[in-house]
């Protein structure tokens, strides 16, 4: 998961596993992720998130932008989620994903992963304009 192929995972918190083979699962039934956005011109953000795979084949993602819903939609297989918000007049942006169908491989007996997959992350595009 980049921007600018530089690593983001600083602003994630919660829901979201550890990087593997060039792409990220998300863990839980909810992911957040927190931007302090530089003070620039732009009034609009363009976001594209490059989905390489889904988890049980299909899966309903939502997702808010400080608490405005920019996103509902169900995935499946190799996925694009793109949306547009407004830069936020306070500069933090603030995303959360929910997922309300993940679930782990241990609840369907195919591993002893516990974690609750919904979609794997290859990379982030935000984007002013």
Not at 31 to 41: H, R
Not at 65 to 85: A, M, R
Not at 96 to 117: C, M, N, V
């Amino acid at each position: 998961m980049s921007v600018n192929r530089q690593d983001i995972g600083a602003y994630f918190y919660g829901g979201i596993s550890d990087r593997e083979g060039g792409f990220t699962w998300t863990s839980d039934k909810a992911m957040g992720m927190y931007f302090d956005l530089e003070d620039t011109d732009y009034e609009n953000i363009r976001v594209e998130i490059n989905v390489k795979m889904i988890y049980g084949g299909r899966q309903p993602v939502n997702i808010h932008v400080n608490g405005v819903c920019v996103y509902s939609d169900v995935l499946s297989g190799k996925s694009k989620i793109e949306f547009e918000c407004i830069k936020p007049q306070n500069g933090i942006l603030d995303m959360h994903f929910d997922f309300p169908e993940a679930r782990s491989p241990w609840e369907t007996g195919e591993s002893d992963d516990f974690r609750k997959l919904s979609i794997a992350m290859d990379d982030m595009i935000l984007e002013g304009f």
